[in-house]
């Protein structure tokens, strides 16, 4: 049950695009379709912005997208805006109906 | 629409005990696996527990194994986290969540407001 990995921190500015990776195992993120995407501003509680690799639920706008190669899970936010900075938290299924989360990426807008 | 309501967080010793409860509605309580989620002051989101829907299997993470107990109630659609040896490292605000598919346990697409607990003498 170790947490996956994110970087810290994350930078762009309005109007880029941005990456979060989220490397994890076989046994977690490499083993199943099901890594889920959290957006949570300081305060709040985390809001569903990507669950099955790459899906997205319905308001959330289609600058996000998700993808997983290996064991590695991304989060790609294309046409940055101000709204978008907040952290940014990977969970992947690891087996046994248990779930892991990563440590979370701050985003911060320029 | 979907509403996860938790209550019985606060300030308590370590080593003591509190039970935490999750009112929901909006949706069929009985058909989704529900979860607890906690998050520490200034650090990320950590798994803590799940429970099927009819209640016959309860997972945990390693480090509350033996010492929390997840348990629901269908007829009053709640769910409960009692919390037993309470540690310090347990200080953090608990979420209920729900998955976003009846009879998954996958993500956590509803999440409610979230109560304190801290753990401190």
């Known amino acids: 049950q170790s947490a996956l990995t994110q970087p810290r921190s994350v930078s762009g500015s309005p109007g880029q695009s941005v990456t979060i990776s989220c490397t994890g195992t076989s046994s977690d993120v490499g083993g199943y379709i099901y890594v889920s995407w959290y957006q949570q501003y300081p305060g709040k509680a985390p809001k569903l912005m990507i669950y099955?690799?790459?899906k997205r639920p319905s308001g959330v706008p289609d600058r996000f997208s998700g993808s997983k190669s290996g064991n590695t899970a991304s989060l790609t936010i294309s046409g940055l805006q101000a709204e978008d900075e907040a952290d940014y938290y990977c969970c992947s299924y690891a087996g046994s109906s248990t779930l892991v989360f990563g440590g979370g990426t701050k985003l911060t807008v320029l | 629409e979907v509403q996860l309501v938790e209550s019985g967080g606060g300030l308590v010793q370590p080593g003591g005990s509190l039970r935490l409860s999750c009112a929901a509605s909006g949706f069929t309580f009985s058909s989704y696996w529900m979860s607890w989620v906690r998050q520490a002051p200034g650090k990320g989101l950590e798994w803590v527990a799940n429970?099927?829907?009819?209640?016959?299997?309860?997972y945990y993470v390693d480090s509350v194994k033996g010492r929390f107990t997840i348990s629901r109630d269908n007829a009053k659609n709640s769910l409960y986290l009692q919390m037993d040896s309470l540690r310090a490292e347990d200080t953090a605000v608990y979420y209920c969540?729900?998955?976003?598919?009846?009879?998954?346990?996958?993500?956590?697409?509803?999440w409610g407001q979230g109560t304190l607990v801290t753990v401190s003498s």
């Open positions: 429970i099927k829907q009819d209640g016959s299997e309860k």
């Open positions: 969540a729900r998955d976003g598919r009846p009879a998954a346990n996958t993500h956590f697409q509803h």
């Open positions: 099955d690799v790459s």
